[in-house]
């Protein structure tokens, strides 16, 4: 994780609704959101959606997630996360799941929520996060409805 002194993990802002639609249309299985419901977020879970920004490259990764509560548990739930090429390289993703870890603590969730497709490259590369910053790794909670997704469930992270 080289380069990390160059990131900084800052809530989302306006100027970075073009950066997030043009990543998230580029990955497999995402929503382009709309600027509206980027607007709509920000405004409404300020401390959720986050931006990793290099000192030199500016905005390289994204995190998007919403606290809602499940079973009575609180919990985060996270909409997408995404990382450009060098922010990859530049280990944004690892600190943008750091940041995700202390807002879930200090929030006093319990749980971090997530759909994806079962044994995916994506969720291999999920697994294997959580076990690093979680000590564990994520359950399959339910499948999604089909008019929603074919293939992706609902996993869940117990956060310690």
Request: aromatic share 10%; proline share 6%; hydrophobic share 45%.
């Amino acid at each position: 994780m080289r380069n990390s002194k160059w990131i900084r993990v800052r809530p989302l802002q306006v100027a970075d609704f073009s950066f997030i639609r043009r990543l998230a249309s580029k990955q497999t299985n995402f929503t382009s959101p709309p600027h509206y419901v980027l607007w709509l977020l920000r405004e409404t879970n300020p401390r959720s959606c986050l931006v990793a920004e290099h000192a030199k490259l500016g905005p390289v990764a994204y995190l998007l997630s919403l606290p809602v509560n499940k079973s009575q548990v609180k919990a985060l739930y996270v909409w997408q996360l995404a990382a450009s090429a060098s922010g990859r390289r530049t280990g944004a993703i690892h600190l943008l799941l750091l940041a995700l870890r202390t807002l879930v603590r200090r929030m006093r969730g319990k749980l971090i929520v997530f759909s994806a497709i079962p044994d995916s490259p994506d969720f291999r590369v999920i697994r294997r996060y959580a076990y690093t910053l979680f000590g564990d790794a994520p359950r399959s909670h339910q499948r999604l409805p089909s008019a929603v997704s074919r293939s992706e469930f609902e996993f869940m992270l117990k956060v310690r």
